[in-house]
């Protein structure tokens, strides 16, 4: 066999083997899980508002359903980036104070990884926390949801302790509020039972700035309430250290508080909007209920960054 020949059978099974080895690399990286280097930090809050809102059973199993979908989004997450680099990362589900001192699981309502950052781990608190859930609605629910809830002291005494601090890169503090959207819970009082009366215990007002949304007043005065809401400086309240520039918030199942009543639902969403903005917090996501769970607005919030 000539020289040439015996060249140009070594070049074709040189080339054959790297296609054989390019193959063989392709099948194996296709069995191996789909790790994704992912170095964000995931800390996210789920604030449940237990008003009358849980009245409806409709609307518990609405929010139960909810906090599954983020549960499960908070698990993928972990799986992309994989177990060991997950040991930052956690879910916490916090609920509004408000005037009834309730004995809820508080304990089973996380999923930290940070102890164990195994499947293992994840699996039992996911079970936990699911647990605690509806435990959470039952007694809710029994109760008849007349607990009014303050999402306002929230912001102002607890969301501190929730959330990682701005010195923290590669985080994303993530808060997504469950309610009706309103926020009327007159701040000053507190129902005392064992007294029968009412007793002050924090602020109510600043100025024309309220710990609560005036919402019937702004809806007598119609077209015009936006003018005299920014010319008499209405708004929340927000105190220096009320300044959360490294949060996201995602509002859901938002609703009218009167049938038909379109300035109503205009006069919440420019609280909200002031409201974050003078909190440093960048412009938060709102959405309305609906007969359907907001799939693609909770994975959309999520997957935005």
Do not use: C
């Not at 990884?113 to 499947?119: A, F, N, R, Y």
């Amino acid at each position: 066999m000539e020289q040439k020949e015996i060249l140009n059978m070594q070049n074709i099974l040189f080339a054959f083997t790297i296609i054989i080895g390019i193959l063989l690399f392709v099948y194996s990286s296709s069995l191996k899980p789909n790790i994704i280097k992912d170095k964000i930090r995931y800390n996210i809050i789920v604030l449940l508002d237990l008003s009358d809102r849980v009245k409806d059973n409709r609307q518990v199993i609405k929010d139960k359903s909810i906090v599954s979908e983020i549960v499960s989004i908070f698990e993928d997450k972990i799986k992309q980036k994989g177990f060991i680099h997950s040991k930052n990362d956690r879910l916490k589900i916090s609920i509004a104070p408000g005037s009834d001192n309730l004995n809820y699981p508080y304990s089973k309502l996380v999923i930290d990884m940070g102890k164990s950052p195994t499947l293992d781990n994840l699996n039992h608190k996911k079970r936990d926390l699911i647990d605690g859930l509806g435990r959470v609605y039952k007694i809710a629910e029994e109760i008849s949801g007349d607990s009014e809830t303050d999402i306002w002291n929230y912001f102002r005494l607890s969301l501190k302790h929730d959330i990682v601090s701005n010195s923290e890169t590669n985080i994303r503090n993530i808060l997504v509020i469950i309610t009706d959207g309103l926020i009327d819970f007159d701040g000053r009082y507190q129902m005392q039972e064992e007294k029968g009366k009412r007793e002050y215990f924090g602020v109510n007002n600043i100025g024309n700035k309220t710990s609560y949304m005036q919402l019937e007043k702004f809806i007598k005065i119609g077209d015009q309430w936006e003018n005299i809401f920014e010319r008499d400086g209405h708004g929340l309240i927000v105190f220096d250290d009320m300044k959360f520039s490294n949060l996201e918030i995602l509002v859901l199942e938002m609703k009218e508080r009167y049938e038909h009543d379109k300035i109503g639902i205009e006069v919440v969403k420019k609280y909200w909007y002031q409201w974050a903005t003078e909190m440093n917090i960048s412009k938060p996501v709102l959405t309305y209920g609906s007969k359907t769970i907001p799939v693609e607005a909770i994975h959309n919030f999520f997957n935005d960054k």
